[in-house]
C-alpha cells in the first residue's frame, strides 16, 4: 500500500523538476544577456542570443532528465 501512495509523488516530483529546470535556465540565459548588454552597450542583441541559448539549454535539460526518469 504505502508504495502505491509514492507513485503520485514520483509524477509530481519529476514534473516539478522537468518544469524547474526550464524555467531556470531560460531564466539564467536573460540575466547574462541583461548583464552582458549592459556592460558591452550592445542592447538588445546578447540579450536575445542569451536568451535563446537559455530556452535551448532548458529543452535540453528537459531531454536529459525524459530520458534518464521518465516512462
Known amino acids: 500500500m504505502a508504495e502505491q501512495n509514492q507513485k503520485p509523488l514520483k509524477k509530481l516530483a ?3 523538476s522537468v518544469g524547474m529546470s526550464m524555467v531556470l535556465a531560460t531564466f539564467i ?13 550592445t542592447k538588445p542583441w546578447l540579450t536575445i542570443i542569451f536568451l535563446i541559448f537559455g530556452i ?10 525524459v530520458n534518464k526518469y521518465g516512462n
Open 14 to 16: 519529476f514534473a516539478a
Open 29 to 41: 540565459g536573460l540575466y547574462i544577456g541583461i548583464y552582458l548588454d549592459s556592460v558591452f552597450s
Open 56 to 65: 535551448a539549454a532548458g529543452f535540453r535539460n528537459i531531454y536529459i532528465l
